[in-house]
């Protein structure tokens, strides 16, 4: 049993207030396996490159247990390129440049041997792929979760509106729960979203950490207020990544373990944003990680006697 995780391997240059960078290693589907492999040892990724993409960082993610053979390797074409500058603030970001590439006649192919996941990670991508890879699987998996962005919401809404059908949790910012329900309140906001299809709705606030909302109940967890925030790209993979990796790990998919999950999932973005990249997501040890869950359990632990 295992989590098959789908998205984009990249190519990102960056500018934050702190530094630019030239093409770096980026991607949806890779900080989400990252993430996860902090928390399951069971990978499958789905994706495509171009023939400029180093075996070196294949070789990496393959480190982290994540296996490629469902990455597709395309000769004579190039991998999916994404260049973002910050705002001074960290929170906003204008997209510079998106060549999708490889992705532009991207036919996703789920090899037999990852026909057994249990657990769907679609990461941020086109969702007539998203959907392609449902339609691949012979069996449902217990939990599909899907992460969008408003680039996806600009140029394919029917295609995504029919995509939310089918899935069980859809994570996005609060920028695009606002697009996407045409309300400013999240509130509001979140019970059309709920209406469209998914069970589950969890809307990403950055440092403002996370909202969970399911019909009847809400939860909220913050972000660790850190010192240093370096590069905010690819917070909310890592949130997904290691959302779903320890949901996969434990393999309860109550609303009382997804809160868990969503800490678990800002415990490793916050690692994330402390460095440029995936910088500071190929090292960590399990020691740091449990560290950090830790700081999120004293920050929100109180003890209030009503009376
Ligand atoms: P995040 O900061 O969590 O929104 O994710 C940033 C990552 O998403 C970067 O590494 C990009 O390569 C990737 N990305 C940017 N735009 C797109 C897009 N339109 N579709 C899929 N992935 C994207």
């Known amino acids: 049993m295992s989590l098959l995780v789908v998205g984009t391997v990249a190519f990102d240059a960056i500018e934050t207030p702190f530094g630019k960078t030239d093409k770096i290693l980026g991607g949806a589907a890779t900080y989400i396996s990252l993430a996860a492999s902090y928390f399951t040892k069971n990978i499958n990724l789905v994706s495509v490159v171009g023939e400029d993409f180093p075996a070196a960082n294949i070789e990496m993610l393959q480190k982290h ?6 990455l597709q390797v395309l000769k004579g074409q190039k991998t999916f390129f994404w260049a973002g500058k910050y705002h001074n603030d960290m929170n906003t970001r204008d997209t510079i440049t998106t060549e999708l590439n490889v992705l532009e006649t991207f036919n996703p192919v789920v090899p037999e041997a990852y026909q057994d996941c249990e657990f769907l990670m679609l990461g941020n991508l086109m969702p007539k792929v998203q959907q ?11 939990l599909i979760v899907l992460d969008t962005m408003n680039f996806w919401m600009d140029i394919a809404m029917p295609e995504l509106m029919e995509t939310l059908k089918q899935i069980d949790v859809l994570t996005i910012n609060d920028s695009e729960a606002r697009q996407l329900s045409g309300e400013y309140s999240l509130v509001k906001a979140a019970q059309k979203i709920l209406a469209m299809g998914p069970k589950y709705l969890i809307i990403k606030k950055g440092e403002h950490g996370a909202l969970l909302f399911n019909k009847e109940q809400v939860f909220f967890a913050p972000a660790l207020p850190l010192e240093d925030v370096f590069d905010p790209t690819g917070a909310g993979d890592s949130f997904a ?23 678990f999932g800002s415990a490793t973005a916050s690692f994330c944003v402390e460095k440029f990249g995936t910088e500071n997501l190929v090292g960590l040890t399990q020691e740091e990680v449990d560290a950090r869950v830790q700081e999120f359990v004293d920050l929100v632990q109180f003890d209030i006697a009503l009376v």
């Open 65 to 70: 247990n994540v296996n490629t053979d469902g």
């Open 241 to 263: 990544g290691g959302f779903i990796g320890y949901i996969a790990a434990t393999k309860d998919i109550s609303f009382e373990n997804m809160k868990r999950a969503i800490i």
């Open 132 to 142: 392609q890879v449902l339609s691949q699987l012979k069996s449902r998996p217990k």
